[in-house]
């Protein structure tokens, strides 16, 4: 079974439009995590949530917005599609809170490019 | 902010020879932990290995091991025997002690394994 799932893998759309990205996990974590992996691997955090609080929130711009119906669910949507928004995008979880040193598992990983 | 600075862009060892990667961070906190997360071409970011920091002990799995040297504030990763498999971006990665919320990465090496 796979621990955390991310869909689509690959999404190709043009500026301006609207998508989403989601991403569930199996492991009954409490934290779950979006980052976004440009294009010289550069891994950066943009939301955290846990029991559906926003706990970070990098500098995102506010076109991106996490959303999470359940604990098992964590969505990313973003809006006004930008070229810059071209990149990976990770969906990650984690046992814990307020303790540090959990591992964090990753989905596969989401490919977006905008064109 | 902590800051986690790894200093090689690339890497390449030779099959079954050992390779080191090294990993500074910097910080004012004296509890927090330490990870090495691999990235196959897959893309799947995978944890080879994690310290804490209040163990002198480090941390060793199977042919990965650490060199964790905290007055200096570094991190080092040795891979023994090197694989064609070990081949990856590897990426170091900083989290704090009381927040689990706030994982922050390295730019990344990537290793090569020459045959």
């Known amino acids: 079974d796979t621990a955390v799932s991310q869909t689509p893998k690959y999404l190709v759309t043009q500026m301006g439009n609207d998508k989403s990205i989601k991403c569930e996990q199996n492991l009954g974590h409490d934290t779950m995590y979006w980052y976004k992996q440009d294009s010289k691997k550069f891994l950066k955090i943009m939301f955290s949530y846990n029991n559906k609080e926003l706990i970070i929130n990098e500098t995102v711009p506010n076109r991106f917005s996490p959303k999470s119906p359940d604990k098992a669910h964590l969505n990313l949507h973003i809006n006004s599609l930008e070229l810059g928004d071209s990149a990976v995008y990770f969906c990650a979880s984690s046992q814990g809170r307020d303790r540090g040193g959990y591992e964090q598992y990753f989905g596969p990983g989401t490919r977006l490019t905008v064109t | 902010a902590q800051t986690v600075t790894q200093s090689q862009p690339e890497m390449s060892v030779q099959e079954a020879e050992t390779v080191t990667l090294s990993c500074t961070y910097d910080?004012?906190?004296?509890?927090?932990?330490l990870f090495w997360y691999k990235q196959p071409p897959s893309r799947q970011m995978i944890l080879v290995i994690r310290?804490?920091?209040?163990?002198?002990q480090n941390a060793t799995e199977n042919r990965f091991s650490v060199n964790f040297q905290k007055a200096a504030k570094s991190f080092s990763l040795k891979i023994s025997d090197s694989q064609l498999g070990d081949a990856a971006m590897y990426f170091c990665a900083y989290n704090e002690e009381y927040n689990n919320n706030d994982m922050r990465f390295g730019a990344g090496t990537r290793l090569t394994v020459k045959p």
């Open positions: 310290q804490e920091a209040y163990k002198q």
């Open positions: 910080t004012s906190e004296s509890d927090y932990y």
